[in-house]
């Protein structure tokens, strides 16, 4: 819980950094504040919080997630001079909300109790609604913003109606104490009523089909670095959530909501991959990928073992990666042409060679292409559900894997063998940009090849 203090005090020393100098140091400190909350999270937890084990408890599992969700999010603030250069007057707003979220999340990774999942979820949310809309003379972000909150929305309801009928069968919030009901009443109807809808309420916050309705919608009017915290750090928090939820407290009932689940997983693999191969614009063909990721991570329900956690986290940190390092070349494209089309895209290997690279090994890690850290990912996911039986779910992922190489193939092409129209801004990537994507490209390949390089970063 020490790195969650860190950071909800960064977050409040950012927000109050906008009252001088128009937030011109708010990502400084907000990158600070994250490298000292990387490096609390190594540390053994303080043991005055062991007195709010049951309702918060920095596990194992919390920590690694902690940490993962903390280095994406630290990559994401390097980028934020240029991505939020339009912003420059409200940038503290935007660093300080992000970090809030965070916390969110990080809440969600410890949650003991019912009523501890409820707050992490809205303190994640919130501050994504107003964040959304943060392109205020953009009328596609004013949109965004009011889908992301009717989204949250009937998401908030379902997950209420799911407690309340949980609570009204168990007699409990906690999650052992509702797992102990549920093994010994298997066919308690209003419980399994409950558990299905805290199944859809939270598939809603992962994008999972048909609760993905307007996600792509939202990330393609919101602004591009908001979209990469959604596509990471939210879709972190939330799996992380539905696999804690769904695997402790309802594990009793598995029979009752694995199907419905499987249901889910068939219908968002095929639609957001069929839709992603119809899309002219860049932005809205990752929010297609980043649904049909909800599709893959979410076989990890099925066949579980001792190393499921692992392969979640793996997983997910290795999208997350990749999701950051075909964003890098996105925002600088649609902060120099002002528009994310694939023809936008011509020629960006030959002007911005390495933007180029770490978007075309960041796809390629999404596909599942081998010698990437997606390759591995997928590859332990998949194993998984084989083992469990569940061949069937395999096989359609790798159908929808198929598929998405088409479309990924298209932006690829797009930068290494179209010529650039006749464009004269001569601007350059800046020199953080170049870090970034070399630290990404040598993380997604060196996991590609080395696995257990993830638990060395890790400390595990």
Known sequence: MSVLIVLFLTAILVLFSGVFEKGKYARYIGILGLIIGLATSFLPDCEFFAQYKSMYEYSYNAELFTKISVAVTLLLFFLGGFAFSNHRSHQSELYALMLFALCGGIVLFGFQNLVTLFIGIEILSIPLYVMAGANKTDLRSTEASMKYFLMGA??????????????????????????????????????????????????????????????????QGAPSLITAFMASVVKISGFFALFKLMTIAFGGIAGDWINILGVFIILTLLLANVMGLVQTNAKRMLAYSSVSHAGYIALIFFGINNFSTYILGYYLFAYSLATVGVFISLIWVEKIKKETSFTAFNGLGKREPLLAVVSTISMLSMAGIPLTAGFIGKLGIFNQAIGGHYEFLVLVAVLGSALSIAYYLRLIIAMFFYKEDNFHNTERASITYNIVSVVIILALVSMGIVPDLFAKIFGL
């Open 154 to 219: 009937f998401a908030t309801g379902f997950l209420l109606f799911g407690v309340a009928l949980v609570y009204g069968s168990a007699g409990s919030f906690d999650l052992y104490e509702i797992h102990d009901f549920a093994y010994n009443n298997p066919k308690n109807l209003m419980l399994i009523m409950g558990a299905i809808l805290m199944l859809s309420a939270l598939a809603f916050k992962v994008s999972l089909a048909p609760f993905h309705m307007w996600s792509p919608d939202v990330y």
